[in-house]
């Protein structure tokens, strides 16, 4: 069993709707265990008037209203614990009306659906908080959870897919078998399906910024990676072909054959189009998405995948703007190759002796960079390399 304590997601600024849900649903719970001690009967009938139930009984303010009620402190601790880990960087991504909407949003679906599936009555806010979980799977799935483990009595670390991954397979298990557990496992998953499902289309619209970890760009990465690799397959299909049409013409010359095309070559052209392309467009994050996916596939060292002088600065610049410092360091480098004294390059350089020193761990690299660049510079600019030459002295 792992417990969450929190993520190295940066959380940026300071979360109110999120404390302010969590102070809301437990003044609802002091409330009501308030008037369970001292009028039993009319706690009864509120609980039954504002928890979520199929059939008949189901009214249109329930999904809502369920989500303020709790079975116990356990239940209750469990939720906020959950919604106060992963609601302050789902918050920061939406904004805070945009976070209500999501938050609200989660809880009607997944509460309808627990009515439509289920007689049984259900409260909390697990459907929620699934939502917000949902939606953290989506904008940041590689993002590390600390968590405490039970059965090595310590603190662990994983990654947000797999933790939140493992929950949705459970429920989906535990509604197919369905399993008596007490649990309203159709709203968790209605809560996961909506979080899920609204990210991924804010973010396909383009509503988000996308970042290059996040599961919609994972996604497409994946499905050009597999592009460029049936590209080279076809072309060395059709080269393999078209040799073996010319070998058995009979007026093909034999002294001189033509040689064989690469198809790596051929796969980094169509990869650096993309980059190209999605540039032309305006979106300057999705080529540089398409530029490190291109590393990712083809590697660091291949030839061809430098690109024009502009769109390689530019590219460089905005991986540096992602937090992708390993791609953006690249980028830089291959510039500096390019066009070693380009009026741009003793920014260049400096970026480089950043990423160098702060966040690659190389300040062997760092700092001869800086020393040469340093009389070049300026201002800010040559206050920050005097800044990181003092760290790493």
């Not at 070559?265 to 190209?276: C, G, L, N, T």
């Amino acid at each position: 069993m792992l417990i969450p304590l929190g993520t190295e997601r940066p959380s940026g600024k300071p979360a109110l709707v999120t404390p302010f849900l969590m102070g809301l649903t437990i003044v609802s719970f002091v409330a009501m265990a308030v008037l369970t001690a001292m009028a039993p009967e009319r706690a009864t009938e509120l609980e039954r008037t504002f928890w979520v139930v199929g059939g008949e009984g189901f009214r249109w303010w329930q999904p809502l209203t369920s989500t303020l009620l709790h079975g116990g402190l356990l239940h209750l601790a469990g939720n906020m614990l959950f919604l106060w880990v992963f609601g302050p960087s789902v918050e920061g991504r939406f904004g805070r009306l945009g976070f209500i909407a999501l938050y609200l949003g989660s809880a009607y679906f997944s509460g309808s659906l627990h009515a439509l599936v289920s007689p049984a009555p259900a409260i909390g806010a697990s459907g929620a908080i699934a939502g917000v979980t949902g939606s953290f799977l989506v904008l940041f799935p590689k993002t590390t959870v600390r968590c405490f483990t039970l059965l090595g009595f310590g603190i662990i670390g994983v990654p947000a897919w797999w933790f939140v991954g493992f929950a949705i397979v459970w429920d989906i298990f535990s509604q197919g078998l369905g399993a008596r557990t007490g649990v309203a496992h159709a709203a968790h998953l209605g809560g996961y399906s909506a979080g899920f499902g609204v990210s991924m289309l804010l973010l396909w619209l383009k509503v988000f910024p996308r970042e290059p970890y996040d599961l919609f760009t994972i996604f497409r990465q994946a499905h050009r990676r597999r592009q460029f690799r049936e590209a080279g397959v076809i072309r060395e299909r059709d080269t393999s072909r078209v040799v073996s049409e010319r070998s058995k013409s009979p007026d093909k010359p034999t002294h001189k054959p033509e040689p064989k095309p690469d198809p790596k070559r051929a796969a980094i052209a169509a990869a650096r189009m993309q980059v190209s392309k999605a540039a032309a467009s305006g979106d300057l994050p999705a080529a540089a998405t398409a530029y490190a996916d291109m590393l990712t596939e083809f590697g660091t060292e291949a030839k061809g995948t430098t690109l024009t002088r502009r769109l390689q600065y530019d590219v460089a610049n905005q991986l540096h703007r992602a937090g992708d410092h390993k791609h953006a360091a690249h980028a830089y480098e291959a510039l500096l190759e390019l066009a070693p004294d380009d009026i741009e390059a003793p920014t260049v350089r400096l970026m480089l002796g950043v990423l160098y020193a702060r966040y690659l761990g190389q300040p062997q690299e760092a700092r001869p960079l800086l020393e040469q660049t340093m009389p070049k510079l300026e201002g800010d600019q040559q206050e920050l390399a005097q800044e990181i030459l003092t760290e790493i002295a």
